[in-house]
């Protein structure tokens, strides 16, 4: 059974740094695209962060992000842990919101919900001001 089980979310101060975790089972890790997602109340999901299957690039893995994160926001992966991560800083309030990884067949990377075929349960962050 495929499961991913996000952990990492709290209540930080603006200015503040978090790092989520997601960690995979049940799946051959290394071969799946990865993704971080997050949903506001009353919002739709929003992308935030992907990262492709290792091997697709001879170089480092394909990673793509969200204007709105990219200078604050840092995804990464650890085959051997079967875990992706997503490193924060920088948070602000509107950073609030549950934030869900989800894991692709495919190698990827992929911005849009609809290419995932698993989805964690969420942790939820929440920033003060």
């Known amino acids: 059974q495929v499961q991913l089980v996000e952990s990492g979310g709290g209540l930080v101060q603006a200015g503040g740094s978090l790092r989520l975790s997601c960690a995979a089972s049940?799946?051959?890790?290394?071969?799946?695209?990865m993704g971080w997602f997050r949903q506001a109340p009353g919002k739709e999901r929003e992308f935030l962060a992907t990262?492709?299957?290792?091997?697709?690039?001879?170089?480092?893995?394909?990673?793509k992000y969200a204007d709105s994160v990219e200078d604050r926001f840092t995804i990464s992966r650890d085959n051997a842990r079967t875990t992706v991560y997503l490193q924060m800083i920088s948070l602000k309030p509107e950073d609030t919101a549950i934030y869900y990884c989800?894991?692709?067949?495919?190698?990827?990377?992929?911005?849009?919900?609809?290419?995932?075929?698993?989805w964690g349960q969420g942790t939820q962050v929440t920033i003060s001001s």
């Open positions: 989800a894991a692709s067949r495919r190698g990827g990377p992929y911005t849009w919900p609809s290419r995932y075929d698993v």
């Open positions: 049940g799946l051959t890790f290394s071969s799946y695209s």
């Open positions: 990262i492709s299957a290792t091997g697709l690039s001879v170089d480092a893995d394909i990673t």
